[in-house]
């Protein structure tokens, strides 16, 4: 029997464009053992696997009418066709079964199915064979021809493809699944860790204050050390819960109209001191004709603007300014905060709002901060609905922007600048 290759050439094509159209895999390796059957002209068909721990082949896939027995038998790594097939990476044929010593008859002993002749071809991934594809009794009379083993190869190589597809596909499965138990467990972490961190450390701050009020001046520097200490680790495990918080949807926003001006100055007001000590200008640019007011979660958003201008002072050297715009678009306000510092390398860029990510190593660096404070700022901003990003130029600064929202139920959009996700 010879095959027609126009119809050979469309079984095949159908078959590849289903190798990424069809979910699940077994529909498709069925396909593929129907088309070597009726290709190559043959009573059966099999796809066997290597077990690389028990090092022989098991039947991976069987036409549906074969008997559940095939299913659950074993083929030898040695004195077998698909081992000779397997090592060799070659295909084979054996048009008589009982005059072949390759050929491995215990199977033949199972009921339903007697071999008469077959063609073996390796499964090869990245030139290593990893299973064997054959088929078995060629029409009576007829013997495989060169044709039937190029057929195949064809298929061979296209099952290949989908169970490797496929390994691949449960292989992200299970790692989502872990990495999504990995987050469960750190969230939960965090969560006990905070709690139980924040009664004693509430008693470490409240008598500290307390004691500052009764004993003489002389050693308020020494309480005021643990005082700072202990409001520091306060304000870190504020900032590790509210990401958390924000992650899990366990934190709410109180929103109600603010004006985005008054936050500004607010804060800017705050940091003055700490910018002037290092010698840094805040410069606020704001036009007072637009308005500014928001339904917003006013807290949040002024945590969120500590954290960027924080950043701005601090990685701005002695000299250089940190310039605050807030301006109305159509349904958002835009802020920005512009310093002429330090800048961070493109390869950073896209991670500086991932958690515990600092540009520099934490052990070297000369500044405070856990990688935190834009994590918070993201997660605050994401909450409102709006959108956080930055842009930067390594050794000429950065400019951090956000978008939020004029009213609660509208998202911004996309920035036309990339952002950092
Ligand atoms: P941290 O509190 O440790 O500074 P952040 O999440 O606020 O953590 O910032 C992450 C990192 O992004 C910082 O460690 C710093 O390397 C970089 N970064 C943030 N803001 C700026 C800025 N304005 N200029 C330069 N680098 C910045």
């Known amino acids: 029997m010879t095959i027609d290759p126009t119809k050979l050439l469309v079984r095949l094509l159908e078959l590849s464009r289903n190798l990424s159209a069809v979910a699940d895999i077994d529909v498709f390796m069925m396909s593929i053992l129907s088309a070597a059957v009726e290709l190559t002209g043959s009573e059966s068909t099999a796809i066997l696997e290597y077990d690389e721990t028990k090092l022989d082949f098991y039947y991976k896939y069987v036409p549906w009418f074969q008997s559940e027995s095939i299913k659950g038998a074993r083929v030898p790594l040695n004195d077998s066709s698909a081992g000779w097939v397997f090592l060799q990476v070659k295909p084979l044929v054996i048009q008589d079964v009982t005059n072949d010593p390759k050929y491995y008859s215990k199977n033949d002993e199972l009921p339903d199915f007697k071999t008469s002749s077959l063609l073996a071809v ?24 060169a044709e039937d083993v190029r057929v195949m190869e064809s298929l061979a190589s296209l099952a290949a493809i989908a169970m490797q597809n496929d390994l691949l596909a449960r292989t992200v499965q299970t790692s989502r699944t872990e990495s999504r138990e990995l987050d469960r467990l750190k969230s939960e972490f965090i969560a006990i860790t905070s709690h139980e961190l924040r009664t004693p450390l509430g008693l470490i701050l409240g008598h500290a204050t307390f004691l500052r009020e009764l004993i003489s001046e002389e050693f308020h520097e020494q309480v005021d050390v643990i005082i700072r200490g202990a409001s520091r680790l306060k304000e870190i495990i504020e900032n590790l819960s509210s990401v958390d918080n924000y992650q899990t949807g366990g934190s709410t926003l109180r929103s109600r109209k603010v004006s985005m001006a008054r936050i500004i100055e607010d804060v800017s007001a705050s940091f003055r001191d700490v910018a002037g000590n290092k010698g840094v ?75 515990f990510y600092q540009v520099e190593s934490h052990l070297t660096r000369r500044h405070g901060g856990m990688g935190l404070g834009l994590s918070v700022a993201k997660a605050m901003i994401e909450m409102h609905g709006g959108r956080i990003w930055a842009e930067s130029m390594e050794g000429m600064g950065s400019t951090f922007i956000f978008l939020l929202p004029v009213n609660v139920n509208q998202a911004a959009p996309e920035p036309a600048m990339p952002f950092a996700d």
Request: aromatic share 8%; no cysteine.
């Open 122 to 145: 390796p499964l090869v991934l990245h030139e290593k064979a990893f299973g064997v594809f054959e088929v078995f009794n060629k029409a009576a009379g007829e013997a495989y021809s």
């Open 281 to 355: 200008a805040i410069k606020i640019e704001i036009d007072p004709s637009q308005d500014l007011w928001l339904d917003v979660d006013g807290n949040k958003i002024a945590i969120v603007l500590s954290n960027l201008v924080k950043n701005a002072i601090t990685f701005t050297d002695n000299g250089g300014n940190v310039t605050i715009r807030a301006e109305r678009q159509p349904d958002f306000i835009k802020v920005s905060i512009q310093d002429n510092g330090l800048g961070i390398p493109a390869r950073d860029l896209a991670h500086v709002f991932d958690r």
